[in-house]
């Protein structure tokens, strides 16, 4: 068992950035690849991010790339999420989550594990 915990949502006007955690309990942190969704209201959960066990493989959805950089830091079980030049396009509930193997999937039904997520808002 995995547990996700997010932080680092909030308000924030377009063009600005944010920086959002989200910590493992798991030991076995390096055994996991770690995803980025994010859920707007009255829309799917979609993908934004993945990031293979290593940290060295990444993958983006085309809406973020070079605005968003997913990294990892398996010392401290936390994977991260910056997210630059922000748009009100952006504001959804950000949710991390986790699978096992090494295949950095964009279909959620892959993931196995998630957290409670946190809130971006972005305002224009």
């Known amino acids: 068992q995995v547990q996700l915990v997010e932080s680092g949502g909030g308000l924030v006007q377009a063009g600005g950035s944010l920086r959002l955690s989200c910590a493992a309990s798991?030991?076995?942190?390096?055994?996991?690849?770690m995803g980025w969704f994010r859920q707007a209201p009255g829309k799917e959960r979609e993908f934004v991010a993945a990031i293979s066990w290593s940290g060295r493989s990444t993958s983006y959805a085309d809406s973020v790339k070079v605005r968003f950089t997913i990294s990892r830091d398996n010392a401290k079980n936390t994977v991260y999420l910056q997210m630059n030049s922000l748009i009100p396009e952006d504001t959804a509930v950000y949710y991390c989550e986790a699978r096992s193997g090494n295949y950095m999937s964009k279909d959620l039904r892959d993931y196995a594990y998630w957290g409670q997520g946190t809130q971006v808002t972005v305002s224009s």
């Open positions: 798991r030991r076995a942190f390096t055994s996991y690849v």
